[in-house]
């Protein structure tokens, strides 16, 4: 009986035990759940507040690229307005154009790629406008020579610009294929997009972000060909090739007005500034030789008549204009796809006139050099050629702190009327990353180490 006694209180202990310990397990789930849903939730705050950090974050290095960029645009009109002579393009040995700081931000200005650059990887720097053939004023020839232009297209641009034409236009202003159109000059290269057979290609070619370069990502299958057959150089479109903004001014620094070379008779302000700057026998003798030509066409085909010296026409040629004031290509600083679209010069002299420029080391406004190597085009291509600009191109992209914040936007600066300033702005950050793959490791190599 004892025995039978034990064994039921042994085994009523046993269940007791049991049970408790089940219902330890019990509660040891439901805290086991309840601490998993806690960090459940301490994770998922977490995460949020770490994506509104780096939302706060990436803001602020948005704002502080803008204002990098800003700082980039008043850079450039301060070396505008520091060049050694007007009408200079600044001296790219004589400032930064690349990883600029501005307090955690940085900016970089996005040039062209010269001759002897290799046309894959960026190259920074201000651009000048004049190198550009002017949409406003070029003739239909001239657009002819562009790469991807086609015969109906530079037609159109001509017939867009013409203020005279009776057709009729949109209310839009836009081209269509019925033959509407603005009946007023360019304001901007983009209004080409306005125009029957633009399309991407066309416009940007292979150069999707505007940056000059074949990027890893951009797609050269596609190989531009002007009218002419001549191949386009780094895939670049028509945008690469065109301005709408190149303008000289009609007055000297001091205010008086430039002496018009292609009046007839010639101003008596001409005589006066020979002699001037020649002494009364010398001036006589560049008069009696200009007179025995006839009228000259342009302040080129003056230097050549005249029978002056580089130097002596270095001297006065920044008092002297041609009929032209809009439009007029630098031959100092223009590409060989833009000299080869001047009346007179063609495909085989502008590759001469490259290979000269080429062995000029410093910045100039004197075109003077020109003229034995175009030698019989001098009166063609003369009116279209000058060696100075007035207009800038400042394509100013920067990050904020740690690379972050993108931004990127063009500015135009113009000192046209004296004193430098913006005329134009247009962003571009939405055309992607133009800075190319060397600066994108070198900001993410920069990161690993702050």
Request: with cysteine.
């Amino acid at each position: 009986m004892n025995a039978f006694v034990s064994d039921r209180v042994s085994l009523t202990v046993t269940r007791a035990r049991g049970k408790a310990r089940l219902q330890r397990g019990s509660v040891l789930i439901v805290v086991m759940i309840a601490c998993l849903g806690l960090v459940s939730l301490a994770l998922l705050f977490g995460h949020s507040m770490l994506m509104a950090y780096r939302g706060c974050g990436n803001e602020l290095a948005g704002h502080q690229a803008e204002q990098a960029v800003e700082a980039g645009a008043r850079y450039a009109e301060y070396l505008v307005a520091n060049t050694s002579a007007p009408g200079e393009m600044p001296d790219p040995s004589g400032y930064q154009a690349d990883d600029l700081p501005v307090g955690d931000a940085t900016f970089w200005f996005i040039g062209t790629p010269g001759p002897s650059d290799s046309g894959t990887t960026p190259v920074f720097g201000l651009v000048d406008e004049a190198s550009k053939l002017n949409l406003n004023t070029a003739t239909q020839d001239m657009l002819l020579g562009l790469p991807g232009m086609t015969q109906d297209l530079a037609a159109q641009i001509v017939e867009w610009r013409n203020t005279s034409s009776t057709a009729a236009v949109s209310s839009t202003g836009a081209s269509t294929s019925t033959g509407e159109i603005k009946n007023a000059p360019f304001e901007s290269v983009q209004e080409l997009a306005l125009l029957t057979g633009t399309d991407t290609t066309t416009l940007y070619g292979a150069d999707e972000n505007l940056n000059h370069v074949l990027d890893m990502n951009e797609d050269d299958s596609t190989r531009l060909q002007s009218s002419t057959g001549s191949q386009s150089t780094g895939d670049s479109g028509i945008l690469e090739y065109v301005t709408v903004f190149t303008r000289e001014p009609g007055t000297r620094s001091d205010g008086s007005s430039r002496i018009n070379v292609t009046q007839q008779p010639p101003p008596a302000a001409l005589s006066t500034l020979l002699t001037g700057k020649f002494g009364r026998d010398r001036a006589a003798v560049i008069g009696r030789a200009l007179i025995a030509g006839g009228p000259v066409q342009s302040v080129l085909e003056f230097f050549v008549r005249s029978g002056m010296t580089a130097d002596e026409f270095g001297k006065v040629a920044a008092d002297l204009r041609g009929s032209r004031l809009t439009g007029l290509v630098n031959v100092n600083t223009a590409s060989q796809t833009v000299l080869a679209c001047i009346p007179g010069i063609g495909p085989d002299k502008a590759a001469q006139l490259i290979a000269t420029r080429q062995n000029r080391t410093q910045p100039s406004t004197g075109f003077a050099w020109v003229a034995p190597i175009i030698s019989d085009g001098v009166k063609a291509a003369g009116p279209w050629l000058t060696g100075a600009t007035y207009q800038v191109c400042a394509d100013v992209a920067a990050v904020g702190r740690l690379g972050r914040g993108y931004r990127r936007t063009q500015f135009i600066v113009d000192s046209s009327t004296g004193t430098p300033m913006i005329v134009y702005r247009r962003n571009l950050a939405s055309l992607g990353w133009a800075l190319g793959e060397d600066v994108r490791q070198a900001l993410a190599l920069k990161r690993e180490f702050q």
